[in-house]
């Protein structure tokens, strides 16, 4: 069989945009399905879900920790979910206008991708986009388009949500409300350079994320202010984010990525086919030994489209 991520990587950046394109267009394709096969196998990264309200400096928050992971040696891949044109439905930001990141450099790489009609924050591709990112790096970051309180789809995709909140603008009160602390694994509170609303503000939150430890397997959320403009909380927030997947590996079992994995697989068949087609395939969702969700999905989309007979 064809070694489609070693080719990936011979090609650089160019080919790996090229490949995150023809997910997008051709989803179903075997050339499409072989290569998110072997990129389900071969995961290794460590996903971060980068998400809070519009406005929060959740792109400064990141353009201030990618210097800081290279620094380290660390590859680091970045998939910017962006508001979607009326007219294209492509994502209105570019990586560039997002991130400023030098070209040369092979160990990072951004794509924007558009959230289209989506309301919880992620883009209809984001799954197969991260999947292979994350077997390409060390490192993925998901950063989603920013709706407030409806983005939570994050928490069946990355392993690592880290929630932004700002000061003085209400925010930890209006997570209490929602119910959203149920969400984060760790939570930011930026602009830490405004001084005493931004220490009220961690105080607030960590009232609200003091009862998610049950939640979270015996992991308590942090909170933690960060400047972008100054680099206060920096590096601890960095060492936070490595502390979390220590946590992960001690605790997570194969029952976890395949409660997950049948979410993914759910959520994209109710997006293609709606509820009826969700409910007709619910005994195919399972994946047995040696089958990935891409190669079942393929399998599930023939079925339903009426090609190979009624499901």
């Known amino acids: 069989m064809a070694d489609y991520l070693a080719a990936l990587v011979q090609g650089g950046k160019s080919a790996l945009a090229q490949a995150l394109a023809q997910i997008e267009i051709n989803p179903d394709s075997p050339a499409t399905i072989a290569l998110l096969d072997q990129a389900w196998a071969a995961m290794s990264a460590q996903v971060i879900g980068l998400t809070g309200p519009p406005g929060v400096g959740k792109s400064s928050l990141l353009a201030a920790l990618l210097p800081i992971w290279r620094g380290r040696g660390l590859?680091?891949?970045?998939?910017?979910?962006?508001?979607?044109s009326?007219?294209?439905?492509g994502a209105l930001l570019g990586d560039r206008a997002r991130l400023k990141t030098d070209p040369d450099?092979?160990?990072?790489f951004v794509r924007s991708m558009a959230a289209r009609d989506r309301l919880g924050g992620l883009g209809p591709q984001t799954l197969a986009a991260n999947v292979l990112m994350a077997a390409l790096f060390d490192i993925v970051v998901i950063e989603t388009v920013g709706v407030g309180q409806s983005e939570t789809e994050i928490a069946h995709l990355a392993d690592t949500i880290v929630f932004c909140i700002q000061?003085?603008?209400?925010?930890s009160i209006q997570f209490m409300k929602a119910g959203i602390v149920e969400v984060p694994h760790i939570c930011v509170v930026t602009k830490a350079d405004l001084g005493a609303p931004a220490?009220?503000?961690v105080m607030d939150a960590s009232g609200a994320f003091s009862l998610a430890e049950e939640v979270h397997a015996g992991w308590l959320v942090p909170v933690t202010a960060v400047s972008?403009?100054?680099?206060?909380?920096?590096e601890d927030l960095v060492a936070t984010i490595s502390r979390h997947r220590v946590h992960l590996d001690a605790v997570r079992n194969s029952d976890h990525l395949r409660q997950r994995t049948r979410y993914w697989m759910q959520d994209l068949i109710r997006d293609r086919f709606g509820r009826e087609g969700l409910a007709r395939a619910e005994n195919l969702l399972d994946l047995g030994s040696g089958t990935t969700p891409f190669s079942r999905l393929a399998h599930i989309s023939t079925a339903l489209r009426g090609d190979v007979g009624r499901v």
Not at 75 to 82: E, K, P
Request: glycine share 22%.
């Open 86 to 89: 009326r007219r294209t439905g």
């Open 75 to 84: 590859r680091v891949g970045v998939i910017a979910v962006d508001p979607s």
């Open 167 to 171: 000061p003085g603008s209400g925010d």
């Open 105 to 108: 450099d092979q160990g990072l």
């Open 199 to 201: 220490q009220r503000a």
């Open 228 to 234: 972008s403009a100054t680099g206060e909380g920096l």
